[in-house]
C-alpha cells in the first residue's frame, strides 16, 4: 500500500466526517422546517458531493446502482424477482468493484467502501418492500375495521408499505452521514426521520460531540500504532526470533490499536447522525438507531461472542434479520451461521484473509458455546465445584483469564483481516506455528467425533 495515498485518503475520509457536522448544523438550523421534497433534494446534492470529494467520477456507480434498484422495484413490484434481481445486481456491481480492486492489488480507499454500505442497504430496502406486501396481503384477507382499511398483522418495524421514489432512494443513499461507512439505517426509519420537522440539536450536541471526542481519542491511539508498531514489524528479524508468548502479545497489542481506526470511524460518524437527529429513537427517545459500536460492552466482554454482538452492530443486525433468519428452512442453525458467514465475508470483499478471519470466528464461537454448556453440566453435577466459582475471587480471576482469552483470540483471527496480502498474513501465522488453527481443529475434531458417538449411542437404544 502506498503510505502517501493512505494518508491522503485517511485525511479525505477524517474531513468529510467534520463536514456532517457542519451539514448537520445547517440540516437543523435552516432546513428542518422545510417540506420533505426540498430536504431529500438538499441531502442529495451534499451526499453527492461528499462522494465526488472522496471518488471524482466513480461516484456515478452509487448512482446506477440506486437508480437500478428503483427501476426493479418499480417494474417488478414487490416480488421475489424483484428481491433476487436487487440482491444479485447489488452483490455483482460489488464484485465487480472488488476485482478491480484485487487486479490493481490497491488496499486504499475506493468507491467500494461506501459501495458496501449501500448493498447492503439496498437489499435490506427490496427485503422490506416484499415483506410489506406480503405483510399487507395477509392483512386484507384475515382483519378488516368497518370501513375496510386494512389492518397490518406485523408489527415490524421496517417494513415498507408503498413503493419508494425515486428521490427517496436516492436521499436515504446519499445521506451524509451514513453514506461512506454506514451505520446502516432502515429505510422506514430514514422516511420517519426525514418527514419529521422537529429539531433536537440542542438537547442532544453535547451527545454528539461526546462521540466525536471519543471517537477522536480511538483515532490518535491507532496513529500511535501506526507509528510505533507498523505492519512492517511482524517481518523483521527482531519479531521472527522472538519467543511465541511475546509474539502473540505483540500481535494481539498491535490489533487492538488497528481495531481502534474502525471504532474511530463508526463514533465519529454516529456522532454526527446524532446531531442530525436521526439516531433519536422516537418510542424510546434513546439515541441507539445509528448506534455501531457499544464501546464499554467491547471493551469488558469475556467472551468472544460477546465481542462480535458489540461489533459493527447494524451490519450484524441486518446478517441477522436478512440473512441467518431468512434459511429457516434448512433447520440448521450451524448451517445458517455458516452461510451468514460466508456472506459476511463475500461482502467483504476477494481477499483470503476475510474467509479465514470468518471461518475462524465460526469455530471460536461453536468452541465457546460447547465449553460454556460442559461448565455448566459440571456446576450441576458438582456442588463443590459450583460453589468455587460462586466465590467473588475466583470470579474475578475467571473474568481476567477469559478476558486475556478474548483479546489474544480476537487478534489472531483478525490478523488475516488486517493484514489482506495472502503471502505476508501466512508468514506471520507460519511464524507462531499455527498455533490457534491447531488448537481449533483439535477441538473440532474431538467435538465432531464425540457428537458422532453420542449419536450412534441414542441409536443403538
Known amino acids: ?57 466513480h461516484s456515478i456507480h452509487s448512482l446506477v446502482v440506486g437508480c437500478s434498484v428503483w427501476i426493479s422495484i418499480k417494474f417488478l ?47 435490506a430496502l427490496s427485503f422490506d418492500v416484499y415483506d410489506g406486501h406480503i405483510s399487507r396481503k395477509k392483512s386484507s384477507t384475515t382483519l378488516k375495521t368497518n370501513d375496510n382499511s386494512v389492518i397490518p398483522m406485523s408489527q415490524d418495524e421496517t417494513m415498507i408499505y408503498h413503493t419508494p421514489s425515486l428521490i427517496e432512494i436516492l436521499s ?41 471526542s471519543i471517537g477522536l481519542i480511538y483515532l490518535l491511539f491507532f496513529k500511535i500504532g ?13 519479531f521472527k526470533s522472538s519467543n511465541l508468548l511475546f509474539k502473540l502479545s505483540i500481535i494481539a497489542v498491535a490489533n487492538k490499536l488497528i481495531l481502534c481506526k474502525y471504532i474511530s470511524a463508526w463514533l465519529i460518524s454516529e456522532g454526527a447522525c446524532i446531531l442530525f437527529g436521526v439516531s433519536r429513537n422516537p418510542k424510546t427517545n434513546a439515541l441507539d438507531r445509528c448506534c455501531n459500536v457499544s464501546l ?31 434459511l429457516k428452512w434448512l433447520k440448521s442453525k450451524t448451517l445458517s451461521q455458516t452461510i451468514s458467514l460466508f456472506f459476511l465475508a463475500i461482502w467483504h470483499g476477494l481477499y483470503l484473509g476475510y474467509y479465514n478471519t470468518f471461518a ?7 468452541m465457546e458455546s460447547d465449553i460454556a454448556n460442559q461448565v455448566i453440566k459440571l456446576r450441576i453435577k458438582n456442588g463443590r465445584f459450583n460453589q468455587f466459582l460462586n466465590q467473588t475471587s475466583a470470579r474475578w480471576i475467571i473474568y481476567v483469564l477469559m478476558r486475556l482469552h478474548v483479546i489474544y483470540t480476537l487478534s489472531y483471527c483478525f490478523l488475516s483481516f488486517a493484514i489482506l496480502d495472502y503471502d505476508r498474513w501466512t508468514s506471520v ?21 464425540n457428537y458422532l458417538l453420542r449419536s450412534q449411542s441414542k441409536n443403538a437404544k
Open 296 to 326: 464499554l460492552h467491547y471493551e469488558t466482554t469475556a467472551t468472544f461472542r460477546g465481542v462480535i454482538e458489540s461489533f459493527n452492530i447494524t451490519t450484524n443486525r441486518f446478517v441477522a434479520k436478512y440473512i441467518y433468519k431468512r
Open 360 to 366: 475462524l470466528e465460526l469455530i471460536v464461537t461453536r
Open 77 to 123: 413490484g414487490p416480488s421475489k424477482l424483484m428481491v433476487a434481481n436487487n440482491f444479485v445486481l447489488s452483490m455483482t456491481y460489488l464484485f465487480y468493484g472488488y476485482y478491480q480492486k484485487y487486479i490493481s492489488k490497491s488496499k486504499g480507499f475506493t468507491w467500494t467502501m461506501p459501495q458496501c454500505v449501500l448493498t447492503l442497504s439496498m437489499i
Open 226 to 238: 501506526q507509528t510505533y508498531l507498523p505492519e512492517e514489524y511482524f517481518f523483521t528479524e527482531n
Open 1 to 57: 500500500m502506498d503510505p502517501e495515498k493512505f494518508q491522503s485518503d485517511s485525511r479525505k475520509l477524517l474531513i468529510t466526517g467534520f463536514i456532517c457536522y457542519l451539514l448537520a448544523l445547517i440540516y437543523n438550523l435552516f432546513l428542518v422546517k422545510k417540506s420533505t421534497t426540498i430536504k431529500q433534494i438538499c441531502l442529495i446534492v451534499a451526499g453527492l458531493l461528499i462522494c465526488i470529494y472522496n471518488f471524482s467520477l
Open 429 to 449: 501465522l507460519a511464524d507462531i506455528y499455527y498455533c490457534g488453527h491447531f488448537v481449533y481443529s483439535v477441538w473440532f475434531i474431538m467435538s465432531t467425533a
Open 172 to 212: 436515504k443513499i446519499y445521506f451524509p452521514p451514513t453514506f461512506m461507512i454506514g451505520p446502516l439505517l432502515s429505510f422506514k426509519h430514514y422516511l420517519q426521520y426525514i418527514e419529521s420537522k422537529q429539531s433536537f440539536l440542542a438537547i442532544f450536541w453535547k451527545q454528539s460531540i461526546l462521540r466525536l
